[in-house]
T-cell receptor, first 110, second 113 residues
Framework: AQTIHQWPVAEIKAVGSPLSLGCTIKGKSSPNLYWYWQATGGTLQQLFYSITVGQVESVVQLNLSASRPKDDQFILSTEKLLLSHSGFYLC?????????FGEGSRLIVV | QQKVQQSPESLTVSEGAMASLNCTFSDGTSNNFRWYRQHSAKGLEVLVSIFSDGEKEEGRFTAHLNRANLHVSLHIREPQPSDSAVYLCAVSLVNTGNYKYVFGAGTRLKVIA
């Protein structure tokens, strides 16, 4: 069975500080991977997707970057957080054309 | 640019009564439709997927798709308090590589005993 694990579960960070959110998928080789973001009370937006190691496509510009250093790992990061980065970040993988989501990481920027 | 709108914003139903949620989309070439459920800012749980006009049932959840009317709905039979959550409609045109789903803002369902 496939499992998806996101870390950290929640973070409170200062404006201007760096951020790294991680996502690991087990039980599925070469999955398509995605990062989604949900502002508090807002709509889910796709940020990045990756179909293979080392290759990441940006969908929305939010002063964030993503990397796929391993087949089963997807990292979302920035060197300087903004207040507008607050929200809920979801990692997902796709099997065929169905998206399966992780439990999410809640980020509060103060 | 695909636009997905859900209605109502919130819905309260009694346990056992049918709950009906609506979703309209703007791109008639869309070919993938999903309903997800999200409990209290947690991960999303896929409920039912539908790809062609008509009806698709998964347990107590039934999706109806009418692409000519740019409309997909979700009906929950015999809802229970544990079904209280935000329900999200996701619409996609599947292209190679990126299954770019556009989500609606959600319908908050409350089921009262």
């Amino acid at each position: 069975a496939q499992t998806i694990h996101q870390w950290p579960v929640a973070e409170i960070k200062a404006v201007g500080s760096p951020l790294s959110l991680g996502c690991t998928i087990k039980g599925k080789s070469s999955p398509n991977l995605y990062w989604y973001w949900q502002a508090t009370g807002g709509t889910l937006q796709q940020l990045f997707y990756s179909i293979t190691v080392g290759q990441v496509e940006s969908v929305v510009q939010l002063n964030l970057s993503a990397s796929r250093p391993k087949d089963d790992q997807f990292i979302l990061s920035t060197e300087k957080l903004l207040l507008s980065h607050s929200g809920f970040y979801l990692c997902a993988w796709s099997l065929g054309n169905t998206l399966y989501f992780g439990e999410g990481s809640r980020l509060i920027v103060v | 640019q695909q636009k997905v709108q859900q209605s109502p914003e919130s819905l309260t139903v009694s346990e056992g009564a049918m709950a009906s949620l609506n979703c309209t989309f703007s791109d008639g070439t869309s070919n993938n439709f999903r309903w997800y459920r999200q409990h209290s800012a947690k991960g999303l749980e896929v409920l039912v997927s539908i790809f062609s006009d008509g009806e698709k049932e998964e347990g107590r959840f039934t999706a109806h798709l009418n692409r000519a009317n740019l409309h997909v709905s979700l009906h929950i039979r015999e809802p229970q308090p544990s079904d209280s959550a935000v329900y999200l409609c996701a619409v996609s045109l599947v292209n190679t590589g990126n299954y770019k789903y556009v989500f609606g803002a959600g319908t908050r369902l409350k089921v009262i005993a």
